[in-house]
């Protein structure tokens, strides 16, 4: 098949009519894979994109209302007390296979 299309290509002819279909479905075929691929790539990257946020919103959540109407020595005490969860929770993550969510957050001072 691929040898007939040469033949034609090269000879300048047209190709016949039972070639035309045949590349018709083929390339119908890789552009509806191309879409899929595509659109499998795009979700998967939206996907990761929506987890980054999130994450971030997280911290963000955790640090205002650690702070939220506190003098700076109750704030101070409210970290520490952040920190230990967070110690605790990556030694207990360390006990499992799974992957813990405290594992991956980060508190910045």
């Not at 075929?29 to 919103?57: D, E, M, P």
Request: proline residues 1%; glycine residues 4%.
């Amino acid at each position: 098949m691929i040898g007939q299309a040469m033949d034609f290509y090269l000879a300048g002819d047209s190709s016949p009519a039972i070639h035309s279909k045949t590349t018709a479905k083929v390339r119908k075929r890789i552009g509806f894979t191309k879409f899929w691929v595509f659109f499998l790539a795009y979700l998967i990257y939206f996907s990761y994109l929506c987890h980054q946020i999130n994450n971030n919103n997280i911290k963000k959540e955790v640090i205002m209302q650690a702070t939220k109407n506190n003098t700076k020595e109750e704030n101070i005490r409210k970290f520490k007390q952040l920190l230990k969860h967070k110690e605790e929770m990556l030694e207990r993550a360390k006990q499992y296979d799974g992957i813990d969510i405290y594992a991956k957050t980060e508190i910045h001072y």
